[in-house]
């Protein structure tokens, strides 16, 4: 089809998805030459994101719905058998159908375990084919619920919009980029963008095969520094009658997820494509539970943050203007496991070659990565925070002024920002309201119905603490605020 023929069909999909579904087999009729209608649906399916259009299941085309999204999701039980297998068709096709065992089974165990090691002592990762693989078998579903998890909790609160365009900058072999597609609905459009430089890219690119039509995706496979986010068209057909594209600009997510940890500089790069965000946009950043890169993902948060445009949307809430928190402040949120995908625990029981991984060096389930723990932060350019209060500093104390309150009892408002971190002892919970400058903790040593929502509430929630005994913890040098029967807790409305 030429270009004016192309023209023509957006033409008449323009005019007619004001009054009607958008039918191929009735607008070839208007077109010069009048070309199938297979053809005409291939533009129609090429054009859908900038004219803002959803492909149902009998062929037509119709407006997406304005507005948030609305996602139902409760929890994620386990990595989809199809998505496996699209990867085991992988495996098969590199090393043949017997991949876990012999050479090629100790060759991705032994990628697996240096891989691990490198994340460990911070040493950055060379991404080859044989890399990727391995690195999928272990992470792809585990990354997979993170962002599942991750990008509900926005959608929850309006903040995700039905027509959608998403920037996953570092994108690997694909695990956000599912979870994304498996938590919208099929009645929302997706415009989704990866940037990718490595062989991870191949994988991703067999993964994104699988998914739906209105799921439209680009890979480009440059590093996140190189990459040029105003450089992709962004602008998008508002709906009205006239011919001009003038609708919004920039991405309404921009993704950085487990990438942070391995850029020079990741502050500038966060700096920079925060440019190409959408008004009211979010930058979502994650990174694995362990201390060094959950530490550094606070790190590039509160330094964004200090400097602006970026503001902290949440769970690491700033309360009081002008502070800003100096702890180490270890956060992160841990989810129910899921259960272990047959493709890797076929990795764990593989049978070793003559490398002699079979020695006192394995263990059963080493390769086995059930686990569903992050460090998450939501950043946006619009000023807009989750609980969105300043405390009055006549009653309550910042955390910052706790050292001058030791073994005295204070008024104090802050985020629950861990589970549980006791040892079958009293329950233990990090804090933060933003201002801290030593790491800050709400020990339960006497439960009761007045002080029950310091247990119940969930990760990122705001507490307001009403006589809270204060004491310095030696051993953590860290200050602990007891909640003991005198004490009282209220979850703060978001």
Known sequence: MNADQREQVRSNAKYLRQVRPVDPE????????????????????ESAVELGLVEREDGTFEPVEEGPLSVSFHGVDAFPVEYGRTLEDRLVAEYGPGWPDGDSGDRLRERVRSFKDDYYNQRAVEYDAETALAYALYHLPDYYAVAQYVLADLAREGLVPKRLRVLDVGAGVG?????????VPEDALVDYHAVEPSDA??????????TGRNFHHEIHRE???????????????DGNDGDSDDGDTGFDLILFS???SELDDPEAVVRRYADALAAD????????????????????ERAVADRGPLAIYGPDVRLWPGETPNDDCWSFEVEPDIEVPVFQRRLDDGDSGDSGLDGPDRRDGEFENADVQYAYTYLRTDGLRRVDFTPDDSRVARLADTDDLITERANVYFAKLSRDLSDDGHPLFRVGDGSQRVDHFAVLTDESTLNRDLLTAEYGDVLSVENALVLWNDDEDAVNLVIDGEAVVDRVPV
């Open 26 to 45: 009735e607008i070839y009729e208007y077109v010069d030459g009048q070309p199938h209608p297979a053809a005409v649906a291939q533009v129609l399916r």
């Open 175 to 183: 695990g956000p980029a599912l979870g994304l597609h498996d938590l």
């Open 201 to 210: 890219a191949d994988v991703l690119a067999a993964l994104l095969d699988e």
């Open 223 to 237: 590093t996140a520094e190189a990459f040029d986010p105003g450089a992709v068209a962004l602008e998008v057909d």
């Open 258 to 260: 487990n990438v942070l």
């Open 281 to 300: 946009g979010t930058i979502v950043g994650l990174a694995p539970a362990d201390r060094n890169t959950a530490i550094g993902l606070r790190e590039v």
